[in-house]
């Protein structure tokens, strides 16, 4: 499923943490993965006014070459790793290239920090919005490690929306092709945004909303053949599902984005939030 890994990279600790979980993916899929930098445009006013801006974008240009062909250079040796390099809007290019040259994932980290945390980093944010393929990232990159390759949980949440069959079938096949353990998990919004999260083991939900959950989750394993147990809870929905993910120490936690791109439909759903506050990588698909 994923041959073709994109790894967009600044140059950055961050870019560096992600190396680990770059190679992971590689390591379980057989994938190859290229390395992507974006050159800024040029930040300085004085710069411009003091030289041709084609000479200044070729020095530039040259400059990003020689740092990206030796950056990460004995994890991801060329040319079996191949480097990209564009120039511009960081997000726009990521995801054009993801598309044009059809990566089939996209691994990238957060940013994570006091502001930038609640937006994700705008690089990460856009680039959710933009691109086509999966995205997996996490903020956790700096402080935790892959799990070994004997460890493979992963948990599905699904909202049992006209989208959930295809997020479900993806999750499936994912989890098949390295042998992971799957494990689907939904939040049912609870009535009082305040109350606590209630879980389905210890039935505090609501009965008819629980059954009616379930019902809906048992029709669509059926219709793809998937055996995966279900964990329920009730509450807020980013909670509940960061919460289920904590409860099953998953190692990577698969969640469904909007099919259509654009920030108009895209900041509706839960991605962000999910993504922000996750215990784990968050593969967005």
């Not at 989208?163 to 989890?175: F, G, I, N, T």
């Not at 092709?177 to 945004?193: E, K, R």
């Not at 964990?231 to 984005?257: F, T």
């Amino acid at each position: 499923m994923i041959q073709e890994i994109l790894f967009p990279v600044d140059f950055s600790a961050a870019c560096v943490a992600m190396v680990p979980f770059v190679k992971r993916a590689a390591d379980l899929f057989g994938g190859r993965v290229s390395l992507l930098y974006v050159v800024p445009p040029p930040a300085s006013g004085f710069e411009l006014a003091a030289r041709p801006l084609p000479e200044i974008e070729e020095d530039r240009r040259n400059v990003a070459w020689k740092r990206l062909h030796s950056f990460l250079e004995h994890q991801f040796p060329g040319p079996a790793n191949p480097r990209l390099l564009c120039e511009g809007d960081a997000a726009t290019h990521i995801s054009e290239v993801a598309r044009d040259r059809t990566f089939d994932l996209i691994v990238m980290p957060t940013h994570a920090g006091t502001f930038r945390r609640m937006l994700l980093g705008s690089t990460t944010a856009k680039v959710l919005n933009q691109a086509d393929c999966p995205v997996f990232t996490t903020q956790h990159a700096e402080t935790i490690a892959p799990r070994p390759l004997e460890h493979r949980h992963w948990a599905c949440a699904i909202g049992l929306t006209t989208d959930s069959e295809r997020v479900l079938r993806y999750a499936v096949k994912m989890a098949a092709a390295v042998h992971a353990n799957l494990s689907i998990v939904h939040a049912i919004q609870a009535g009082d945004p305040a109350s606590p999260i209630q879980f389905d083991l210890e039935e505090r939900i609501e009965p008819a909303a629980r059954r009616e959950a379930r019902r809906r989750i048992d029709e669509l394993q059926a219709a793809i053949g998937s055996h995966a147990p279900v964990c329920i809870a009730a509450g807020p929905i980013k909670d509940s599902l960061v919460e289920l993910a904590q409860r099953l120490n998953a190692d990577a936690l698969i969640i469904g984005r909007s099919s259509q791109p654009g920030v108009a439909e895209r900041l509706r759903d839960l991605t962000y939030a999910v993504v922000r506050d996750a215990p784990c990588p968050v593969v967005s698909v």
